[in-house]
Structure formats: structure tokens, C-alpha cells
């Protein structure tokens, strides 16, 4: 037990030395966070919207005013033709058209029906979309008050009330700091412990460690001890900034939140010690933990793309990544303050994943290199 | 001249050595052209959505029928209260509660109005944005169809004023399907990682094993030294390129429709400002972790805001501005540009300018940041 003390101090040593690595670690989370927390939105906003109006009359610019006032887009009134339109989309500034056409009232007012037209430029179909979407509500809300008797007409009147539980002020951004939080934790977790130990080997130190006394896997646990209490002080660092600085409260409760962090990072910290296994040189294990791990991480973790829509192979396959387990766990803690009862299905995964990379880490640990 | 060519030999010697990280270079480009445009579809399918009908009558009934038959939403559950409806949603099995009250039929009929409750989870708001519109569209529908009494044309309402159509067009990708969207971004990202991280971790191993100082001891120039480090990269960059737009014709039917030519230049200037980044970075660092990680630090900022994932315009002012600062952004958004719009020179000349700023700046930082005393 003293022996490991020692050796644990050891490792501290070594990563207190190094303190450009130790900055970029703090720093690296800390950055990221806040730059994603306020830049990241699932909402689309301020989008060009060039109008043509050849109607000119009291309803259209009615209509116009009404859509201007919408905070998503950005109006631009304009006399153009379908070429003048292109020429805009290729330029890539204005992401759509509407087109009001010159007998627009008095079809509106005699046959009961006037066709606007919408021309979206489709290379970003998310916009393309929401484009429609917005015009769709803002023209359908322009009809009712144009015509108010409408609701007379129809005596049979539904008024929704529409809640939006969890995130009233509607925060596009709350999705992305669990998933954030994720990705940092796996990614620098991963990489570091893998490196330190494909470090020892690369240097020739490890021979030295393992002629020793001291067990070989004490040699493993002594790496990882740092940086699990290294990775719970980042943690400790990433709650703080959510709270104070991109101001979203933790709903449920912070100790089963530490919990939970904590064993992901054991988790990630037994797949580092699995990857040093079967490296030999810190750039391999770096190209493995840092570009290979990254992109399944930010797939199949779930806060960028809907996991539901992907193909069910990419489902199967999002299963065996812990983040996906870690970011559903933070959701539900954090955000929808649940307690433990709705998360232990994740953390028994979690759990399982843990321990079964935890014993093959140790079982393939060569002794003799 | 002969000098650089010697440095170069050294340089593909050192590079094709490595057969794990060549292999590692070529399979990346044709593992994320399939997977990620794959895995990206952001569409609202269906809504997951649990029902609280109170109610019971025949009219709750209808809607409920009406909701199942809309096609939006799949009923995961017809609970009793509020708290079994709210345990599906903190359970992640529906999205959207809808509570019909009791007497709603009664209320209906009698008072002409009624008030629904409905509750989304809201953590994903495009979701429960687009559930919610969803849910009031088929409101809507089922209130004006319920009524009997109501003729289906409304003679004074078509003389008030009548219904405004929205015709819909989707230029360039009239199925709005995302891979058109993706696939081109996923080229730059292929470059970005070449390039970038290559390059950043290529010096400093120099560094870290010493052989540094053999170079530095040695006649070599500053710049005949960079450029055998550039070019390689340089070189194999292209090369993932090429491949990357071969398996964009092959496996999605995507090719560019504006001019190849155009699409190159792009490309070679944008290959040239992101080694100079990589260069920049490893001449930053001591050692390979450090290059990784802030190589990583940036690929990862470059990758979620540069408008690959989310569009640059929905961000606030100032991340605009930082991301206009990023090469990643001006690239992406022109390869978009030519790929799909067959953009032309005259239209993406100011990203051009920017790109070369970029690639000057880069390559300049780092060549002076690069000293041969340590």
C-alpha cells in the first residue's frame, strides 16, 4: 500500500512537471465549453430572406411588415428575378426568396386563394427547411388576423397551452453542454492515461518499473490514480462554468452526478490503459484516443445527431460508445434533476463496460515487453 | 534546389515507413465519406408522444384517432395522470405529452372552446418545437372537421379573405436530403485532419527523439527545412482529395457542378494555410502530446464552428466573428458553393482572398516562430 502511495506520487510528479500539458488540459475544457455553450444552437437564426413584392398593395405589405418583424430572419426587399435570385444563392448570402405575386390581393379577396412562392436555397436543407417552417407559421398567424372571423366561423374552438418542461426560456444551446461535457471528459481522459504509460515504454523506463518489486498491475493503477483525481477536478472546473457562467442550473442531485462522473471516468480510463496496451509509441496511441476516438464520440453520443434516425447498425454500434450511456445519465440528472432510480439502467452499463475494460486492460498487460 | 530535394527523400522515407499511420491516412477519407453522411439526417421523423385522455368520449377519442392517423407521431402510451405521462418523458420514451380534460366533449359542445394541455421536452427544442407545431396543425384540422354544422367552402370567408398557398421550391437539392449538405463539408474535414494534424505532430517528433539539432547543426535553411516538411503532406493531401471526390461520385452521385478547376485551386490554398496551422502548432510545442492536444483543441473548435454541423448564421455576433477568423469556415462554406451551386470565381473571390491571407499569415508565423538555436 505504502509502495503505491509512492508510486502514485511519482505519477504526480511527473504530471505537475510537465505544465504546458497540465494548462492545455484545464484550459482546453474550459474553452470549449463556453465558446460551444453560447455558440452552438439547434436554432436557425438570422437568415437572409429576399422579398419580392410585385403586388405592392395594402396586404402584401402588411404580410412583409409581419415577416420582417420575426427576430429569425432577415428581410431584404428586392424586385428580382429568378436569375438575380440564383445570382444570390451562389453568392451564398441569401438563403432564400419569397415571391409575391402581382394579383396577390385581388386573388386573395375574389377567388379566396393567392399562391406566394418560396425558393430555398436546398445545399442546407436544415435551413431550406426552417425557412418554410417559419414562413408557414407567420403566413398561417397573417390569415387569421386578416380574416378574424375565421374563429367565429368555426364555433368549435382548441386553444392549446403549450409547456415547454425542463428549459422554459427556450436555451437552444442546453442540449450541447451534456454532450460537451462528454466529449471533453472521454477525449482527454483517453488520451492522457494512454500516453503516459506508452510514454514509459517509448522512453525505456517501463523495463525499470517492471524488474522492480512492485506489481505490475500497481504500476497501471499508480497511472491512473492521477488522472482520475485530475479528471474529477476538471469535472469539479466544467459544473462550475455551466452554473456561473453560461448559467444553467443542476436540477438534481450534484452527489449522484459525481458519482456517475465518476465512474465514466473510469471508464475512460480503462480504455486509455487498454489502447496503451497495444501501442508502442505515443503517436499511435495519440492517433488512436485523440482522431480515432473523436469523431465516434461526437456521432454516436447523440447531442449533435438524432440517434433515432440513424441506420439501426450505427444504433447497435452507438451502444458500445460510454459517452452515448454518460450523456443520457448528465441529461437526466442535470438538467431534468431525476434521480437514481431513472438512470441505473445506464450506470449498470456503464458499470459493465468499466470492469470488462478494466480486466482486459490488466489481463493483457505484458509483464515482459 | 538539390538540398530540398534531399530533404524531401528523407521526408516520404520517414512517411512511408510508418504503414500504420499511411494506412491509417488513406482509410480515414473512405471510413468518414460513408459513415457520416450515414449517421447525419436531422429530420423529425416522428414524435414520440404519451396521451392523457380524461376525458373519454367519443370526441377524445376522434383526436386521439386523428393524432395516430397524422403520421407525425407514434403513441407510445395512453397513461392515466400527468405523473405516469411524465415518467415516459423522463424516461425518454415519448417527447410530447398531450392532456385532453375532463369534460372536454361537454365543454366543446356547450362553451365552443376548450383548452388543451400539451408538454414537451423541451432540452431538444428543435424537437419539441417541431412536435408541438405538428400537434397544432392536426388541432386544427380536427377542430375544423368536427364541426358538422360548418359547410366545407366558406362563402364569406372566401370573400374576407381567403387562404394564402405557399408553393415551395428547393433549389440545387429539391429532395432536401442531408448528404448533399454533408458530404462536400466532409472533404474539408478530410484535409483538415491530413493536413493539421500530420504536419503538428511531424516536427515535434523531431523535436522529442533530437533529430532536430542534427538538422539544425547542418547547412539547411529555415524554409528549405519547412518546405521538405510541407510538401510531402502537401502532396498526399491532394492526393486524399482526389479520392475523396472520386468516392463522392461513386458511392452518393455527387460531383461538382461548378469547375473542377476552381474546386482545386480552393483546395490547394487551403492545404497550404492548414499545414502552415499544423507547422504553427508544433512549433508551439515540446513534445508530440502537447502538438496532439492542441491540434485536437483546434480540429474539434473547427469542426463544430465552422458551419459543418451548424450553420455559422444562427450563431451570436461574436462567434461569427471567430468564426470568420477559422480558414475551416471560408473553405467549407466555398466548396458547398462550387459543389452544389456551381459557384463562380466571381463569387467566392473574397474567400479566395481570405484563404490566401490565411495561408500567408500561418505559414509566416510559423516560419518565424521556427528558430534553428533551441
Not at chain 2, 448533399?180 to 523531431?206: Q, S
Request: charged letters at 15%; a positive charge; proline letters at 4%.
Amino acid at each position: 500500500m505504502k509502495q503505491l502511495l509512492v508510486f502514485i506520487r511519482k505519477e504526480f510528479y511527473h504530471v505537475f512537471r510537465d505544465q504546458r500539458t497540465l494548462l492545455i488540459m484545464f484550459g482546453l475544457p474550459i474553452v470549449q465549453l463556453v465558446l460551444f455553450g453560447f455558440a452552438l444552437s439547434s436554432e436557425v437564426k438570422n437568415i437572409r430572406l429576399v422579398v419580392a413584392d410585385y403586388a405592392k398593395d395594402v396586404n402584401s405589405e402588411k404580410l412583409i411588415d409581419k415577416i420582417a418583424t420575426s427576430t429569425y430572419l432577415i428581410v431584404e426587399r428586392a424586385t428580382v428575378t429568378q436569375e438575380q435570385i440564383e445570382k444570390e444563392f451562389k453568392k451564398g448570402e441569401v438563403k432564400g426568396a419569397l415571391i409575391i405575386p402581382a394579383n396577390f390581393s385581388s386573388d386573395l379577396m375574389h377567388i379566396g386563394k393567392a399562391p406566394v412562392q418560396v425558393i430555398t436555397d436546398g445545399s442546407d436543407p436544415n435551413i431550406a427547411k426552417t425557412i418554410v417552417n417559419y414562413l408557414t407559421t407567420i403566413i398561417t398567424d397573417f390569415q387569421e388576423q386578416f380574416a378574424p372571423t375565421a374563429s367565429t366561423l368555426y364555433p368549435l374552438h382548441i386553444q392549446p397551452e403549450i409547456r415547454m418542461l425542463y428549459n422554459e426560456e427556450g436555451n437552444g444551446s442546453l442540449n450541447f453542454i451534456p454532450g460537451v461535457m462528454a466529449l471533453i471528459l472521454m477525449i482527454v481522459c483517453t488520451a492522457l492515461t494512454s500516453v503516459s504509460i506508452v510514454k514509459e515504454k517509448e522512453m525505456g523506463t517501463m523495463e525499470v518499473l517492471l524488474v522492480s518489486p512492485f506489481k505490475p498491475v500497481f504500476v497501471l493503477i499508480a497511472k491512473a490514480v492521477p488522472y482520475l483525481i485530475l479528471s474529477l477536478v476538471n469535472f469539479t472546473l466544467i459544473l462550475l462554468l455551466t452554473v456561473f457562467v453560461l448559467d444553467i442550473q443542476i436540477q438534481g442531485n450534484i452527489l449522484l452526478l459525481y458519482f456517475e462522473s465518476t465512474l465514466f471516468i473510469i471508464t475512460c480510463l480503462s480504455l486509455g490503459l487498454l489502447i496503451s496496451n497495444v501501442t508502442n509509441s505515443q503517436q499511435t496511441a495519440l492517433l488512436i484516443s485523440l482522431m480515432g476516438m473523436m469523431l465516434p464520440t461526437l456521432i454516436f453520443t447523440g447531442f449533435l445527431m438524432p440517434l433515432e434516425n440513424m441506420p439501426k447498425a450505427f444504433q447497435l454500434i452507438s451502444y458500445v460508445i460510454p459517452s452515448r450511456w454518460y450523456y443520457l445519465i448528465v441529461k437526466s440528472v442535470m438538467l431534468k434533476g431525476l434521480g437514481f432510480s431513472f438512470v441505473w439502467k445506464e450506470t449498470l452499463v456503464l458499470m459493465c463496460m468499466s470492469t470488462g475494460l478494466l480486466t482486459i486492460a490488466l489481463k493483457n498487460f505484458k509483464v515482459r515487453l | 534546389m538539390k538540398v530540398l530535394r534531399f530533404i524531401l527523400g528523407k521526408e516520404f522515407r520517414q512517411i512511408f515507413r510508418n504503414k500504420s499511420i499511411l494506412a491509417m491516412m488513406f482509410m480515414m477519407p473512405l471510413v468518414q465519406l460513408v459513415i457520416l453522411p450515414l449517421a447525419m439526417d436531422f429530420d423529425v421523423k416522428s414524435v414520440n408522444i404519451s396521451i392523457i385522455d380524461n376525458d373519454h368520449s367519443s370526441y377524445s377519442l376522434k383526436l386521439i384517432n386523428k393524432i395516430s392517423a397524422s403520421g407525425y407521431f407514434k403513441i407510445v402510451n395512453l397513461s392515466a395522470n400527468y405523473r405516469e405521462a411524465i415518467l415516459d418523458i423522463e424516461r425518454e420514451k415519448a417527447a410530447i405529452i398531450l392532456e385532453i380534460p375532463p369534460h372536454f366533449e361537454r365543454n366543446l359542445i356547450r362553451e365552443g372552446q376548450q383548452r388543451l394541455g400539451i408538454y414537451a421536452d423541451a432540452i431538444n427544442g428543435t424537437k419539441a418545437n417541431i412536435g408541438s407545431g405538428y400537434l397544432n396543425i392536426v388541432l386544427a384540422d380536427f377542430s375544423t372537421a368536427l364541426d358538422l354544422n360548418v359547410p366545407p367552402i366558406h362563402a364569406a370567408q372566401a370573400i374576407q379573405g381567403g387562404q394564402i398557398e405557399i408553393r415551395q421550391r428547393s433549389w440545387y437539392n429539391p429532395l432536401e436530403a442531408y448528404k448533399f449538405n454533408i458530404v462536400p463539408a466532409v472533404l474539408v474535414l478530410l484535409l483538415t485532419l491530413i493536413g493539421g494534424f500530420m504536419t503538428a505532430l511531424n516536427i515535434v517528433r523531431e523535436k522529442e527523439i533530437g533529430t532536430i539539432e542534427q538538422i539544425n547543426v547542418t547547412p539547411i535553411k529555415k524554409w528549405q527545412f519547412i518546405l521538405g516538411k510541407l510538401i510531402p503532406f502537401w502532396i498526399i493531401g491532394m492526393l486524399i482529395f482526389t479520392i475523396g471526390l472520386l468516392v463522392c461520385f461513386f458511392v452518393y452521385g455527387i460531383y461538382p457542378n461548378g469547375s473542377l478547376l476552381l474546386l482545386y485551386m480552393f483546395a490547394i490554398v487551403y492545404l497550404i494555410a492548414i499545414l502552415g496551422f499544423g507547422l504553427l502548432i508544433s512549433t508551439y510545442s515540446d513534445n508530440q502530446v502537447q502538438a496532439m492536444f492542441l491540434a485536437f483543441f483546434f480540429m474539434a473548435i473547427f469542426m463544430l464552428m465552422s458551419g459543418f454541423f451548424t450553420a455559422v448564421d444562427s450563431m451570436p455576433q461574436w462567434a461569427r466573428i471567430f468564426a470568420n477568423a477559422m480558414p475551416v469556415t471560408h473553405f467549407v462554406k466555398v466548396v458547398r458553393m462550387i459543389i452544389l451551386k456551381a459557384s463562380t470565381f466571381d463569387d467566392v473571390k473574397l474567400e479566395f482572398f481570405y484563404l490566401i491571407g490565411f495561408a500567408v499569415a500561418l505559414n509566416g508565423w510559423a516560419i518565424w516562430n521556427y528558430k534553428k538555436t533551441s
